[in-house]
Each structure stands twice: as structure tokens, then as C-alpha cells.
């Protein structure tokens, strides 16, 4: 009966527990509630608030009053008195002559009394003023119109909960009616996927296959394509120093708060000590940085260029490499890698696995210098061994081959680049891509 | 409501299919009593296995639905053929698995379905092993 009641799903391994229709179900009943929430919002804020001031702006007819007499009203609520002005005004509408303690159309309420004398000091007793009354209920009148706009602003609130309930009760609905190949073909057909077309472009008739245009694009100097690095140097420093910068920025504070208690004579050791692990990660994140600084500092740029891209398994390619900057090499090395990656769910969090399943070094060197304005070159040969699987992305998984540069610096932090390449099944014809 | 008795069967094959290959088999549907089949669908598709979220994509698809109220009569075989994509080959790795396979969903009343599959290879890349 558990089983079968089970509310939630879980991945566990490769399958996943629970019921995915009573999942739809109550993602349904989730974002009806959201869309009830935000729909009473909409109305409520409409029908009280904006709609009434939109048509005291608008429709409201003009007429002249006498001030009779002003005062500051006051109002109880949970943190004190809040203060409200009134004029008490005397005008003719509708061939009548009406009565009425008015301001704005709605209370105008502020924290004190000055500031609510301020609003009414103005209006003078025997004045004569414009004032606005309502058409059909003459005895509504205002001495002040304008638009409120925060309320405008704050509109926003119940209509994203109206946007974001139909949309999630629209696609569990969807979920609950259509079969998970109805809406993949519906949804691949929406994003322009001609399914039973013949003649389609070199790329469409590879599916879930990347596309090597953004490989293609860059013409190499020496060979056919130069290869784009997955992660710039410059970038994963940028990222080490930020994170760097923002823990140790949290860490310094209540490290310092701590100082300043025991300056003061009322220090605590259990504070200091709880403070221990956080600086130790702190210092770990400043050897990070350093060791970025140097890595990035150091090692100049390494390019890498190929004879043809996509590659095909079992065919021979030219790979030209060119490492520059200032550097006494231990060793340098590029390997051919394939990797699985698979994204998942646990719980809030996203997690990414990821598993080598192929490695093969292609080319190795040791012991050499690289010195400014003369970059170390050289050639290998690279080959996708036969059958190997090729490239693959989905929206969740993904089959990825990479070239891998790794550098031993005499003397300095070993480093690393990644670029990424695309494989074509076996017998593919990539001329025509 | 009595569940109808599907057949789904794929032409004898020698070894795996390769891309551009033409894919034939057949399906039956055989209700019992008062099974009433509102709509069949039909769809050649790959989906992924493993650690990650399941990915799913169809090649074919094809539904058969009767008019408001109708009932579809499906006693008779339905064959079916259709040319096989360049790719994404049958992958067995260690976290992601590609699985294509011809799948069957017939709809009866009251929101109930019946699903039939005949997963088949494409390609011909072996198994992947783990390394580190």
C-alpha cells in the first residue's frame, strides 16, 4: 500500500521511486494553489486599491469646496499611532449641496503628527479649493489626486504568482494528459526539429550530437581549426578570487568581532574556537588564489590546432600544439579523454557526476624550456580509436571528448587546460558539414 | 475494465540495426470485453539510463485516435517502417545509457494506458568501462 501511495519520487541509482502520476497530481494541486494566491492578490489589489484611484483620476467630476475645518485623525496598529489628515470641505454636486471630512480617496496614514499636519497646512478654513466627487455616489469626493505608484509596482507580486501558477498547472496538466513521447515530439517540433524530413543539413541529420560550427568558426594559423580553451585562465581566476574574497570578507568580520571582545576584556574561547574551521577553509581559498595568480601569471597561453574537425573514429588527424610564456617544463603531456556526465536531482540541489571512461596520452615531452617570444611548437598524431562512441549531449547527459594539456613547471604549480572536440559516429561524412 | 492484449513484434534481424537502416515490425491489438481503446500511440524513440535525469527524444511518432465518443478498432495487424537516424547510437557507459527502443502506449478509458516496448540496438559501440 506504501508503494503504491508513495508521494514523492526519488532518484536512487538508476531508477526512481514513487509515483509519477500522483507527482503530477500534486505538482497541479501546487501551482493551482499558487495561482489562487496570486489571482486573490490581483483582485484584491485591483477592486481596493488601483481601480479606485485610476477612476478618481479619470472619471471623477471636478467642483469647487469651501474648506470648513482640517484635523489629524489617528489610527492604533501593533507598533504604535499612526496619523491620518482630513478636510472637512463643503461643495455642490448633482444640484446639491454635500458635506464631507475627505483627503485622498484612500487614508493617507504616516508615523507622526507633523508630518500629518504638514499635508494639511495648505488648505485654509473659508478657502475655496478644487476638489473631485464621484458620479455615481456624489457624496465621495477628494481634495487630492494622484497616482500611487508603488501600488503599480507592487503588482508585480500577484502577477508573477499568476504567470508562474497557470504556467506550472498548464505543463502538470500537460504532464498528467499527454504521454512523455507525445510531448517530446510536440516539444521537438516546436523548437524546429524537422523529424521526417529528408533532406535535412549536415547537422540535423546527426541528432543529439553538438554542433561543431562554434569549433569550426575559428581558423587555426598552422592547420585547418584552432581549438577554443573550455575555460580561460583568466576566468576560473576571476571565480577563485570572488569566492576567495567573499568567504574570507564573512570569515575577517567575525574574526575581528571576536579580537575587539577579547580587547575589551570579554572575550569567549567557544567563539574563537568555532571560528577555527571557517579560517582554515579561508586559508585554503588564499593558497587557491595563489596558486592561480602563478598559474595564470606564469604559463602563457597554450593553443592547439587541428588538420579537420568533427573527428571521426578511426581516422588520422594532425594536432598542432604551441605553448608560450617563460617556463622550464619537468614534462608536458596532451591526452585524448572521453567523459560521462550526467546531471541529477537530490533533493533542492543539482548535482553533476561525471566518470572517464577513455584516456590515451598522444604526445609527451620532458624536460625542456619555453623562453619569451619563442613559444615551444610541435605536432602529434590524434586518433579516435575505432567504434568509440561519439559525442553526445542531452539536456541531462552528455558524452564529451576533451584534449587535455597538462604542464609539470619546474618550480612552480602544475597546470592544466581542457579543449573540447567533437566525434562523429564511425563512417560519418563530415566533409559536408 | 479488462486490459486488451498487445502484440507488438520487429522484423527478424541479424545483429544490430546501422544507422540508415530501415526498421519494419507490427503491432496488434486485441481487446477483450468491454476494453475500449480511445487512442494508440506509436514511437520510435531513444531515452537515457543512468545516474542523470532521464532524457527522451522520438524519431517516429504516430498516434491513432478515434472521433469524439468512437472507439478504435485495432484487431487487425498495423505495420509500420521507418529509416533509423545517423545518431545517437545504442551507448552502454557507466553513468549515461542510450536506449532506443519501439514503444507502444495504447489509451483506454478512464486515463489508463498500456505500454508495450521492443528496445533494438543502433550501432555497433561496445560496452564502456571505468577508469580511475
Known sequence: MARILRPYGKKRGERRTGSKRLGSYGEALFFLCVLAMGAAGLYVMLAEWILPEWRANQHFAEAECTVLGTRVGTRQVDNGIQYYPEVWIRYRAQSQQREAWTYKLAPVYVGDRPAAEALIEGFEVGQTYPCWYDPQNAERAVLVRQYTWWLWLLLVVPASFVILGSAGLVRALLHTSTSAERRAALVQRAAGLELFEDNQAMGERYPGIPRPSSINDSPGTHLAYRLPIDVSPGWKLLGVLLICLFWNGIVGLAIGGVVSDFVAGRGSWLAAAFLVPFAIVGMGFIVALVRQVLVTSGVGGVRLEVSDHPLVPGEAYTLFFSQSGRLRMNSLAILLVCEEEATYRQGTDTRTARQRVFEKQLYRRESFQVRPGMPFEDECELVVPEAAMHSFQSQHNEVKWELLVRGDVAGWPDYERRFSIVVYPQGARVAAV | ?132
Not at chain 2, 534481424?13 to 470485453?33: C, M, N, S
Not at chain 2, 547510437?89 to 507502444?104: A, N, P
Not at chain 2, 489509451?107 to 577508469?131: H, I, N, S, Y
Open chain 2, 1 to 132: 475494465m479488462n486490459t486488451p492484449r498487445v502484440t507488438l513484434s520487429l522484423d527478424a534481424k541479424a545483429g544490430p540495426y546501422q544507422p540508415g537502416d530501415v526498421l519494419r515490425g507490427q503491432y496488434e491489438v486485441g481487446i477483450l470485453h468491454s476494453a475500449e481503446v480511445k487512442a494508440v500511440e506509436l514511437s520510435v524513440l531513444w531515452h537515457t539510463l543512468g545516474q542523470g535525469e532521464e532524457d527522451l527524444a522520438v524519431h517516429f511518432f504516430e498516434r491513432l485516435a478515434g472521433e469524439e465518443g468512437d472507439v478504435l478498432d485495432l484487431r487487425a495487424p498495423h505495420a509500420f517502417e521507418m529509416m533509423l537516424p545517423n545518431s545517437p547510437l545504442s551507448y552502454d557507459g557507466v553513468i549515461v545509457k542510450i536506449c532506443w527502443c519501439v514503444r507502444l502506449r495504447v489509451f483506454l478509458g478512464r486515463g489508463k494506458d498500456v505500454l508495450t516496448e521492443r528496445p533494438f540496438q543502433l550501432g555497433a559501440v561496445p560496452a564502456a568501462q571505468m577508469l580511475e
